[in-house]
T-cell receptor
Framework: DQQVKQNSPSLSVQEGRISILNCDYT??????FLWYKKYPAEGPTFLIS?????DKNEDGRFTVFLNKSAKHLSLHIVPSQPGDSAVYFC??????????????FGKGTTLSVSS | DAGVTQSPTHLIKTRGQQVTLRCSPK?????VSWYQQALGQGPQFIFQ???????QRGNFPDRFSGHQFPNYSSELNVNALLLGDSALYLC???????????FGPGTRLTVT
């Protein structure tokens, strides 16, 4: 049973427009959420994160929104650039106690930004 | 400042053999996690090492084992390889309980 779901396998956006990537989760114990970007033949690169005590976190062109009641988060990229074309993974983790901080990943969404 | 490094980059093994993958964490990081990424899937958590001990383990059989050394580097060992073990193996490092994990480029394992 998938605890983190990215229901859109792909998304196509024109350069300069907004990209919105969505993610749903089922485990209410998740406390911390992250977005990673992955290019082919490279490891995932950390983009932005948000704690469950916040509903928004912004870093440059990237903003993550968290709706805990709906168990939903989204990543907004504004403006989108061709270099943003990659696979985007949503990940979640529980409270970082002695049990560790395993990340649970979604299957990813492939973003294509055309110029 | 070197990031997370992994070796080897690619590896081809035969079913039934054993393999060892290596990882050096980002400078200043003390925790190493290993993930398996199959084609078209997100990374799946294998286990995490902290202070040379396995702190948390995902849903993987005992054929998967690991080790962390005093310098925080780590190894992943897989025994009795199966065709289904073919995947990209990712190492990630972090500081203690920090949720942000930084990934290496991965080792592509092919089992024939």
């Amino acid at each position: 049973d998938q605890q983190v779901k990215q229901n859109s396998p792909s998304l196509s956006v024109q350069e300069g427009r907004i990209s919105i990537l969505n993610c749903d989760y089922t485990n209410s114990m998740f406390d911390y959420f992250l977005w990673y970007k992955k290019y082919p033949a490279e490891g995932p690169t950390f983009l932005i994160s948000i704690s469950s005590i916040k509903d928004k976190n912004e870093d440059g062109r990237f903003t993550v929104f968290l709706n805990k009641s709906a168990k939903h988060l989204s990543l907004h990229i504004v403006p989108s650039q061709p270099g943003d074309s990659a696979v985007y993974f949503c990940a979640a983790s529980g409270v970082p106690v002695q049990a560790g901080t395993a990340l649970i990943f979604g299957k990813g969404t492939t973003l294509s930004v055309s110029s | 400042d070197a990031g997370v490094t992994q070796s080897p980059t690619h590896l081809i093994k035969t079913r039934g053999q054993q393999v060892t993958l290596r990882c050096s964490p980002k400078s200043g990081h003390d925790t190493v996690s290993w993930y398996q990424q199959a084609l078209g899937q997100g990374p799946q958590f294998i286990f995490q090492y902290y202070e040379e001990e396995e702190r948390q383990r995902g849903n993987f059989p005992d054929r998967f084992s690991g080790h962390q050394f005093p310098n925080y580097s780590s190894e992943l060992n897989v025994n009795a390889l199966l065709l289904g073990d073919s995947a990209l193996y990712l190492c990630a490092s972090s500081v203690g309980g920090s949720g942000e994990q930084y990934f290496g480029p991965g080792t592509r394992l092919t089992v024939t």
